[in-house]
């Protein structure tokens, strides 16, 4: 070997057997396969005799459970909520910002999120971190972002850098059209109250419509999709009237709006997790306010959910929370994903939630969230099957993206390399 060393290897080769295929599609796992992967997308699903001419390491995964990478629709490497942790986070220097924000990249990578969607990061940042993943330079998942989100003067989340006011229907135009200039792919707009706003209620509306129109239609025209932080089920109705693509948290919605949003083809991003989340807020030295807020907003919230589940809206993943944080045994992303089975969606479609209908969303069908031939190799494996319960996802022992191996806790990828 010569002296040089290199960046992080963004794609990689690997023939993968013995495994119980869930490809994030289908409800059931296939076995009886081998998957071929060459230069970070998979080329072959195949038979194993076939596959091991490929050349490329074997993995042999004895049996364990394949599916697609998480894409998890709500996250901010930038959070801060009200309280002594935030406080640490706003008071970074915009290098140490940075730097801070790589970490949480890299751990949520290893905790099986291959994609994530940005909902809101504080100065540009995430445009910095998304492209020295691209290029090796630090560890992390594949983003997607809408740089900072649109609130109005003092609306949700003004106190802090990851949003932009705007006010009157140019002023969201100017701010959509900033973003995109930035670099986001898809806008964020804050059209009600929420938990982390000290002067408002969860039900506060904040967005006249002709705001969120305005904002809407110049966000389309660049094809760039919009999705909110909302609340109150009235003014995510009107939202969805002027063309909202995705509805954030939803705390309040009723049958006839969930309804509505499926007859328009919005989805949501429930987030349950945000009001079940107790040992975070812990954590954090959030207020007192803030945890009563967030905690009496639970049950209401359950309900909420399940109008979407029982009216069809399409929901997918999103835990708000740093997905690979510590929480009640597993990882924030997991305990979102228990709670979305046990508020009503099977385990199967909770698994599509995660993967091949996240992907579909963010315009990426066929190349993340699934695996089938021609997608990229970002894949996590598990002992059990999470077709038949997705707390299987608490015991993620490997995970690949691009044909990399990024964490392989049981040396799955040595043993049988060669
Ligand atoms: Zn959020």
Known sequence: MSGAVPSLPTRGDAVLVG????????????EGLALVVEDGRITRITSPDDALGAGAAVIDLDGAFVMPGLINMHTHFS?????????AVSGLSPHELALYMADGARRTLLSGVTTVRCVAEKGGADFALRRAIAAGHVPGPRIFTAGRALCCTGGHGFDSDDTLECDGADAFARGVRSQVKAGADLIKLMISGGIAG???EITTPQLTREEMAAAISTAHAWGRKVTAHAGPAAIIAEAVEVGLDCVEHGYELTPEVARLMAENGTALVPTLVVTRAGAFFDDLGVPTWMQQRSLGAGPRHMASYRYALDAGVEVLLGSDMPP????????AVVRELEHMQSGGLPAPDTVRAATSAPARWLGAEGELGTLTPGAWADLVVTPT??????????DIDLVMKGGVVVRDDHRRADVSSG
Do not use: I, Y
Request: hydrophobic share 40%; net charge negative; charged share 25%.
């Open 19 to 30: 495994m119980q295929l869930v490809d994030g599609v289908d409800p059931a796992p296939r």
């Open 79 to 87: 959070l801060s909520l009200p309280g002594a942790g935030g406080d």
């Open 198 to 200: 000290e002067h408002e």
């Open 324 to 331: 690979f944080w510590n929480f009640e045994g597993t990882s």
């Open 385 to 394: 099957d999470p077709t038949a319960d997705v707390a299987a996802l608490r």
